[in-house]
């Protein structure tokens, strides 16, 4: 039980932190430059970012919850690495939420008000200026996102250091 957790642990962190990196030096910067517009470039990466952007609550709440579980039989002195981990996963998904379901939504929003391409839009457009603020926002809260993760994942490595992590408690 405990290896199955661990893996799942594992697996989800790989996921969710790889995913941000493949999209922040891979896909954004490709799309940006292949594409023949950044409206398309845009559309492209907005898409991208929902898809990532569920990959990552999947795999945070498979963390958290295997992570929990594994806190609960761990003797007390490994909770602290323990609790760590589950509070840096815990920012990731509360950020994670609210960029999903708060500013992907009102970026949409502010793109249709600045008549759908936000380029193409008046520099004083209120839609294109509350379009490029959240979008500064998003790009923040990504890097905080991809920081957490990479917290994470030292943690995650210097866990078979922790010579309490294999001891469990019976029940």
Not at 15 to 26: R, T
Not at 101 to 130: C, K, Q, S, W, Y
Request: proline share 2%.
């Amino acid at each position: 039980m405990q290896t199955m957790l661990r893996a799942l642990r594992l697996l989800a962190m790989v996921l969710w932190v790889g995913g941000l990196c493949f999209f922040a030096f891979v896909v954004a910067p490709v799309a940006f430059r292949s594409l023949t517009s950044t409206h398309d470039a845009g559309l492209v990466v907005g898409g991208t970012l929902r898809v990532l952007h569920w990959i990552g609550l999947i795999s945070g709440v498979s963390f958290y919850i295997a992570t929990a579980l594994l806190w609960l039989r761990a003797e007390v002195s490994a909770r602290v690495g323990f609790a760590i981990q589950l509070a840096l996963t815990g920012v990731m998904l509360a950020v994670t939420t609210y960029s999903q379901f708060h500013i992907l939504p009102a970026m949409e929003v502010d793109r249709v008000a600045a008549g759908g391409d936000v380029n193409a839009a008046d520099i004083a457009n209120t839609g294109r200026v509350d379009f490029e603020r959240l979008h500064i926002l998003s790009e923040r809260l990504e890097g905080l996102v991809l920081f957490s993760g990479l917290g994470v994942v030292f943690m995650l490595s210097r866990e078979s250091q922790w010579p309490e992590t294999g001891k469990i408690k019976t029940i």
